[in-house]
């Protein structure tokens, strides 16, 4: 007889709640630390706005869910792991590997994922075009390997160390 899969209580993620701000400036913070140049080569176009505020923006304007964003996370860390130790980074490298696993995070897991034309929209069109928001995507998922999976067990585990190490609820 099969038995049924029960999630801890500690473990349940509100879908109904907008993404806390405490996860917002979690994932800022951790897809910054992705940026290796100095601010001094900052090109004066297209001129993009700090990451905490990109980012608050697009969750905001795309309404995403606290799943996608975990999920666009778990992404990111594993992006950062397959990087060499040598990497080197251009200006706007943390906005446009947000804008990737955000767009990779909702197809994987979402019914209506977004599109994106609706990213394009909600950055705005004097950044980046729809064209260069499909070559990110794809350079991102090469990145990863295509390896898209992220298993309960895994988003779980993610989820009680946020809550142990940052002091993030959901």
Not at 47 to 58: E, S, W
Not at 88 to 104: D, I, M
Request: with cysteine.
């Amino acid at each position: 007889m099969p038995t049924a899969v029960i999630k801890p209580p500690s473990m349940e993620i509100s879908m109904n709640k907008p993404v806390p701000d405490s996860l917002i400036d979690y994932a800022s913070t951790s897809i910054c630390s992705i940026q290796t140049t100095l601010p001094s080569n900052k090109p004066t176009q297209p001129c993009l706005p700090d990451l905490l505020l990109f980012i608050k923006k697009i969750i905001t304007d795309l309404n995403l869910p606290v799943l996608t964003v975990l999920v666009c996370l778990i992404y990111f860390h594993r992006l950062k792991r397959a990087l060499p130790k040598s990497y080197s980074t251009e200006y706007g490298t943390a906005h446009r590997v947000f804008v990737s696993s955000v767009l990779v995070a909702s197809k994987y897991i979402d019914d209506q994922p977004l599109t994106s034309k609706r990213v394009v929209e909600s950055v705005g069109w004097n950044v980046w075009s729809i064209k260069e928001v499909n070559r990110m995507e794809r350079t991102f998922l090469n990145l990863l390997k295509w390896d898209l999976s992220v298993d309960r067990e895994s988003l779980y585990s993610y989820l009680a160390e946020l809550r142990e190490n940052q002091h993030i609820e959901l």
